[in-house]
């Protein structure tokens, strides 16, 4: 039987408008219209392809900081405006992006959230970041030494084979032990001469105060040599021997 194409109006449940659809006769027949109802069109059914695509490309998008060690919390606080913004500090890391970076000042002036912004862009840029939290970093690293220094060795290595390194609040287990003070050199040893590698930490660490919060002086100065040499510094920068760091 030779079939002929036939046009019916239906209204799309999900926009209420009226469209019109080509369908083909079967055996002759023209399809019952009460089966044109729950149809939604063309469009809509676009919409929602687009939407869902949308969302697994965010999902994807999140799953992704998530494995980086962003912090996924402060990342929907973020997403969703509910984030205390430093715009002149965001600015200032968005400036300095390509460098390493030192950002001190008091809790709760919007640090994290200042670094976690431009972190996230530089995520979504294609570079390879690793976000992680003093307390981590440090607690990770004493866990490594106790089985082997080589472990140790290879923790330090595993954090710096990326783009960017982001650690928040540095400072957070106070006072540096000699372990931590070891680890906080060797890492920043571990950029100095690559120009392509970035470390952004975060601290609340105010003028002058960082030598003192070394257990050994001798970490404290080394630490404070490799921030004068390679680091731009926000706010309170630790006082260097014989002049101010962030000059
Ligand atoms: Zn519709």
Redesign the pocket.
């Known amino acids: 039987m030779q079939e002929r194409t036939y046009f019916v109006e239906f209204v799309?449940v999900?926009?209420g408008?009226t469209r019109t659809m080509k369908l083909e006769t079967v055996r002759g027949k023209e399809i019952d219209r009460g089966c044109l109802c729950g149809i939604?069109?063309t469009?809509?059914d676009d919409l929602a392809k687009a939407k869902s695509a949308k969302k697994w490309k965010e999902e994807k998008a999140l799953d992704r900081l998530e494995k980086s060690g962003f912090p996924i919390g402060k990342v929907s606080a973020w997403c969703y405006g509910d984030a205390k913004r430093n715009k002149a500090l965001e600015e200032w890391i968005w400036t300095n992006r390509n460098e390493a970076l030192w950002i001190a000042g008091y809790p709760q002036i919007g640090k994290t959230f200042a670094a976690l912004r431009c972190a996230m862009d530089e995520s979504e840029k294609g570079r390879l970041v690793r976000w992680t939290q003093g307390n981590d970093l440090f607690g990770g690293y004493v866990d490594a030494l106790r089985e082997s220094s080589a472990k140790a060795s290879a923790y330090i290595r595993g954090f710096l084979s990326c783009d960017l390194l982001v650690v928040d609040d540095i400072d957070d287990p106070g006072r540096f032990t000699f372990t931590a003070g070891q680890l906080m050199y060797k890492l920043l040893d571990g950029i100095k001469n690559d120009r392509a590698k970035r470390i952004w930490i975060t601290c609340n660490i105010l003028k002058g105060e960082l030598r003192g919060m070394f257990e050994s002086d001798n970490h404290g100065a080394k630490v404070e040599e490799r921030l004068r040499d390679r680091f731009r510094v926000w706010g309170g920068a630790p006082a260097a021997p014989g002049g101010e760091l962030n000059k």
């Open positions: 799309c999900d926009c408008q939604v069109c469009e809509c």
